[in-house]
């Protein structure tokens, strides 16, 4: 599986949380960027702390690139949040080389698909490049009285997961299985972390269970 050099750029993305080998994003081992900001704000969304725009790292498209196709043994791409297509341009740059890497592209949007073609159609820079880029994507506001609890690695009821390429087969048995959580002590700026991440319903489940037993 050929894993070319990126191309050069000065696109950046304002980044909130890596996971660089999880397999609760998405179809086997992948390489997860949670992005920082969403302009939708859905109540009960399972990262309030991306919601804002102020806040993250922000890191080139290019050298981003480069970490996800030189980590060993992933076979894609996830981009979360926040919102990706808020980043769209950067995002965009971003998905098209680890394509051209050889590694597949998910993308959970709360906007749904039909929003985000009309945002191409209005010619919002980078919506269209992004949804070109993408294999997967699971689109649509998270809705906290729906949990899906059937499909995997959907939030709510209302959501969708689009095949927008012919890499994924919708009678993947990877794609039928039950929701995970993972749960993983980091080191942060202050010490040692722990973050939650998988399915949204647990995953809060979990976190507030944490919270209540360190308060």
């Known amino acids: 599986r050929g894993r070319g050099a990126c191309l050069r750029s000065v696109a950046s993305l304002v980044v909130a949380q890596i996971g660089d080998d999880t397999e609760a994003e998405g179809p086997g081992r992948r390489f997860a960027i949670w992005v920082q900001g969403c302009p939708l704000r859905c109540p009960g969304c399972c990262n309030p702390e991306m919601l804002r725009f102020e806040g993250g790292e922000r890191v080139e498209a290019q050298d981003l690139a480069a970490r996800v196709l030189s980590t060993p043994g992933i076979e894609g791409l996830s981009l979360l949040g926040g919102e990706p297509f808020a980043q ?11 394509r051209a ?10 906007f749904t698909l039909a929003e985000l073609e009309d945002k191409k159609r209005r010619g919002e820079p980078g919506v269209g490049a992004l949804l070109a880029a993408c294999d997967l994507l699971v689109d649509g506001r998270y809705e906290r009285d729906r949990p899906e ?3 995997r690695w959907i939030g709510s009821e209302n959501q969708v997961l689009h095949f927008l390429s012919d890499r994924y087969d919708p009678s993947d048995p990877r794609l039928h299985a039950e929701n995970t959580v993972e749960i993983r002590l980091k080191r942060g700026k202050t010490g040692p972390e722990v ?3 998988g399915w949204p319903d647990l995953a809060a489940a979990v976190a507030s269970r944490r919270t209540k037993r360190t308060a």
Request: aromatic share 4%; no cysteine.
């Open 101 to 110: 890497g050889g590694l597949s592209v998910m993308v959970y949007s709360g």
């Open 195 to 197: 973050v939650v991440n």
């Open 88 to 98: 769209a341009e950067a995002a965009a740059e971003l998905a098209e080389a680890v």
């Open 149 to 151: 609890r059937r499909r």
